[in-house]
Structures are given as C-alpha cells and as structure tokens.
C-alpha cells in the first residue's frame, strides 16, 4: 500500500522544504521503506528550463531528460533514487495538459474549471507512475497564501480526503523567530500560517518548526494547542552545521517516528542511521583544506550551482578534506589580470553556462590552468570554453569560438542540429523553440582506453545527463588534437565529442555532459573525487 505525505511551507520562503522533505525520505529508507519524492511547482513555466539562473537556480536535469527544480536534486542526494520526468510538475504543464484535452475535445461539451479539471489533473499526476513505493513524498513549491498554490492546495486537501488518514499525511513547515528586541520566540506566524491552511480544508498532521534555537517546552506546548496538533507533533528543526545532518537532527527530534506513528506502522524496529553518521563525521573533522575557483558569471546566486557544490562537497568527503570555494565571476578577467585572482587555488572549475557575457574570462581561465598546469574541470560550456582556448592559442585558429556568439571563422563549437535520442532522430534549427528543445537527459558515451578519464570511471562506457544546444565540431577533431588535447570520450557513433583532456597535464578535463547532478554523499562522482585528489596535490606544491 502507498501511503502520500504532502509537504507544504508557510510564513516565508527559503525555510529548506526541500532539504526537509529529502530528510524525511532518507530517514523511511533508513527504517526499511520505499520512498519517491516529486514537486509541484506553482509558476506558470511549463518547466524551470527557460528560466534564468536567477530567477529559478540551477534546473536540475533527470536521466529521462526532464528539466525539473533544484530541490528534486537534493531528494536524489539523500536517498539515491533517480528522479523522473513524473517526479515534477508545474502549473504551467498542468494547465498546457488540461488545454490541450480541450482543444482536442475530450471533455465533451462540458465547461473546463479549476474544480475539478485542473484539480483532477494534479491529482492524477500525484497518483500517476508509482512502482509500489511505500511512501510517495509530495512537495509543493511556494507559501501558503500565494494565489498561485491555491489549486494544487485544493487538490491535495481533495486527496487527503479520498485516501483516508491511514494513506495521507500533511507536514506543514513553518518558521518560529527570535525577536532580539524582546529576547522571545514568536509562534504567532506559525499559528496565523496554519490558519491559513485549515482555512482552505487542511489540517496539519505534522509541523516542523523551523527555528535557531531549542524550543522551549512551554513554546511547543502553545503552538499545539493553537494549532491543533499533538505535541509530539511539533518538531523543532533547528539550524545545523551541515546539511547533512539534518536527517539525524530531525531523527533525534522524532520525526520519523511520529510519521510512522501516524500511519500506525510499528516505531521498535531497529533502523540504520551509520551511512549519516559517517559522512557527518567526515565532514566536521577533514584533515586538511584545497581552495577550487569556479570561475562562472552566476556566481553571486549559489543556488545556481547547488548540484555543483555539493559535487565537490562530496570529492571532499572522498578526500578527507574540506574543499573552500572560491566564486569568482569571470567578467572580472576582463579588467583585470587573472593570476592575482587564480595564484593560490588548488583547481579550477568552469562550469556550465550561456551566453556571450563573461566567456573571454572564462576562457583566460583555461588558459591559466593549462599553462601553470594547474587542475582544471570544465563542466559543459567549461569544456566548449577549454576547446576554443586551445583553438585560438595552441591550433592558431584565429577567432576561433561558438556560434552560440554569432558568426565566427573557425566554428570549434557549432549548433548541434541532428542527434540521435534511442531510436529517434533530433532536429534543430536556429528558429526551434527554446522551452525543452536542448540535448536533455542521459545518454551514453564511449571512453577512449588508456586515457585519464576511462582510468577515472573504470568502465569503457558511461551514461551521464546533458543539458545543451552546441557541441564541440568533429570537422576540427584532427586540428584540435595536434595542440595535444585529446578527444577521450566519444558519443557510441563517434559524431559528438563528450570529453577531451590533455594527457601531459596534471589534471585538465573537460565533459560535455554534467556528471555533478549524479554525485551522492555517500556514492561520491569519480570525476569529482579524482579532481578534488589532483587538488591535493596540487596544494603540496603550492
Ligand atoms: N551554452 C552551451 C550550450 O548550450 C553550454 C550549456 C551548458 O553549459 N549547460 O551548448
């Protein structure tokens, strides 16, 4: 039997109902469950794919393609199932479904509403591709109180109704401030915040409390009592050192088992919390420290790079280090000279990106690492960028660049306009739309033998998840590898370079494709662990 636990959030955005609901995931698993977790965003994009870095943060890709939110990214970091493309929905493809049935006539005459059609939409798509999970996490994106999450609210509420109280349970995430001023917690927002959510038919089961501090017993007692809900119920999620001691901390704070208690499952069972423990411990105690730049153009957003960040948390966790980031934004190698910034780093990483706006910098970069032999990553645009660095100064191919920037003599990178996807053919042209269009989800790629990156892998094939428009040219492969850059990884048809490397450096590899989005705590991506050991070495020479 699969049981639905919705996760919504009140007060004020940012309070991590991400992070919580991947908590709550990781914690069932530790206790023997099955577990999937999805999102329903709330905007109108029909997915997070058109939107700017910005805006959104980084749009996290799923095996089978789909452009999906970040926080779907955190639920595969901490409990290691692979999301899908019916893990993530929004208004915007919700309400495209729902037009598209009327326009095609199936709704037979009958006036399309948001009771029932659009709540009947998102309804099925809760319920829609489950494989006997015994736990179905839904988060909704947003606050309660924005217009926006109103029907995916009333479609929940219509759920939890239907299911019963032995299949559904709703957590509710809310935020208990400290006022310095008068040195006292506040429960007022969250008791105005559960207002507002049984004012739409919904009865938090579970509220996690988002606080600094311990929560007092008399303050836990209060927000029961105002909120209707058993004080046991009222967990305290306090703020902690590492993200990922938040399954132990909310342990500890007795989440799991009021969930179970809910459900009415057995609470003695033993349960194995050793893998959290472990890379907990690591990460408070490393036995030394690399400093990596990520020489990017968003870097003043975090939540742009999250996969990226944790990747090299991870490589950390492998190499028993603490790995310090250093954002750099690669305009500044426009105005200013790029060793004063990039000197004292161990490694450096270009990550993916678009666009013209800060790609010169980006380059200088890789010209930096490859010839101070300094470990260098290019993720994507970071290795087109490594390929046109390599064009314009060792080929002496002169303008050599994108045509993502326009028109250029030497085309090294060029618009991918047929690729093979399973047995079908793509095809695109500089007018294709936008939304979905780019080369999107895994696919497999061969690696040369004896070359670095197959040593890394260990295999002679890999599948990783891509996310672009351009490639680098085939046409320049021989011109490209006179400069001594060698192409290590090829598409299984030998047309699309996936990675290249210079054999006679340290540690220069650039990859078509974004291995960070697959990197676990726990599971560690190679590539990021072995850059992040070339790092280490690196800093004993430094
Ligand atoms: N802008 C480049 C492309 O579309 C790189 C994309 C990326 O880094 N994800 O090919």
Same mark, same amino acid.
């Given at each position: ?348 990483? +270009?990550?993916?990106?678009?666009? &013209? ?9 890789? /010209? %930096?690492?490859? *010839?101070? =032999? ?120 030998? +047309?699309?370079?996936?990675?290249? &490397? ?9 990859? /078509? %494709?974004?291995? *960070?989005? =697959? ?24």
């Amino acid at each position: 039997m699969t049981r639905f636990i919705f996760i919504t959030g009140g007060v004020v955005s940012s309070l991590g109902k991400g992070l919580c609901s991947a908590s709550l995931g990781a914690l069932l698993q530790a206790r023997g469950y099955t577990v999937r977790l999805r999102k329903l965003d709330p905007y109108l994009n029909v997915d997070p794919g058109t939107m700017s870095p910005y805006q959104h943060g980084e749009v996290y890709v799923t095996d089978d393609g789909a452009e999906t939110d970040l926080d779907l990214g955190h639920y595969e970091r901490f409990t290691g199932v692979a999301s899908r493309f019916t893990d993530s929905v929004t208004t915007g493809r919700i309400y495209s479904n729902v037009i598209a049935k009327e326009r095609r006539g199936d709704y037979l005459g009958g006036t399309v509403q948001v009771i029932p059609h659009v709540t009947d939409a998102i309804k099925e798509f809760i319920q829609a591709d489950i494989s006997g999970e015994d736990f179905i996490l839904c988060e909704i994106g947003g606050t309660v109180g924005d217009i926006e999450s109103l029907p995916f609210l009333e479609a929940i509420r219509q759920l939890g109704n239907e299911l019963g109280a032995d299949r559904a349970l709703f957590m509710h995430l809310t935020l208990v401030p400290y006022i310095a001023a008068a040195g006292e917690l506040k429960t007022k927002p969250t008791q105005h915040s559960v207002k507002e959510l049984l004012g739409l038919g919904i009865q938090p089961d579970i509220l996690m409390c988002r606080i600094d501090r311990p929560l007092p017993a008399s303050d836990r007692r209060k927000i029961a009592l105002f909120c209707n809900v058993r004080e046991a119920a009222v967990i305290p999620a306090m703020d902690v050192d590492t993200i990922y001691h938040v399954p132990l901390s909310y342990h500890e704070q007795g989440l799991d088992e009021q969930v179970l208690h809910h459900f009415k499952l057995p609470t003695e069972k033993a349960m194995d919390l050793t893998r959290w423990e472990a890379i907990v411990e690591r990460v408070r105690k490393p036995e030394g420290q690399v400093t990596i730049a990520i020489v990017g153009k968003y870097v003043q957003l975090k939540d742009a790079y999250k996969s990226l960040s944790e990747a090299l948390e991870h490589g950390g966790i492998a190499n028993n280090v603490h790995v310090k980031l250093d954002w750099i934004d690669s305009e500044i190698f426009e105005r200013e000279d790029v060793v004063q910034h990039l000197e004292h780093v161990h490694g450096i990483l +270009v990550p993916g990106g678009f666009g &013209e706006r800060g790609a010169e910098g980006k380059i200088k970069a890789a /010209q %930096f690492a490859r *010839e101070r =032999k300094v470990p260098y990553f290019g993720i994507c645009f970071g290795m087109q960028m490594a390929v046109i660095e390599a064009a314009r100064n060792i080929a002496g191919l002169k303008g050599a660049s994108t045509t993502e920037f326009g028109e250029t003599p030497h085309p090294v990178v060029g618009l991918m306009t047929e690729w093979v996807r399973g047995n079908e053919v793509q095809r695109r042209t500089n007018t294709s739309d936008k939304g979905g269009t780019m080369r999107l989800g895994a696919y497999p790629c061969v690696l040369t033998p004896g070359s670095r990156v197959q040593q890394i892998y260990g295999a002679p094939s890999i599948q990783e998840r891509h996310r672009h428009r351009y490639e680098v040219n085939i046409n320049y492969k021989d011109r490209l590898e006179k400069t001594g850059l060698r192409f290590s990884g090829m598409s299984p048809d030998g +047309v699309l370079p996936e990675m290249v &490397e210079y054999p006679d450096h340290p540690w220069f590899i650039g990859v /078509q %494709f974004h291995p *960070e989005l =697959k990197s676990k705590p726990f599971a560690p991506h190679p590539l990021f662990t072995s850059f992040i050991e070339a790092a280490v070495t690196q800093s004993r020479l430094v």
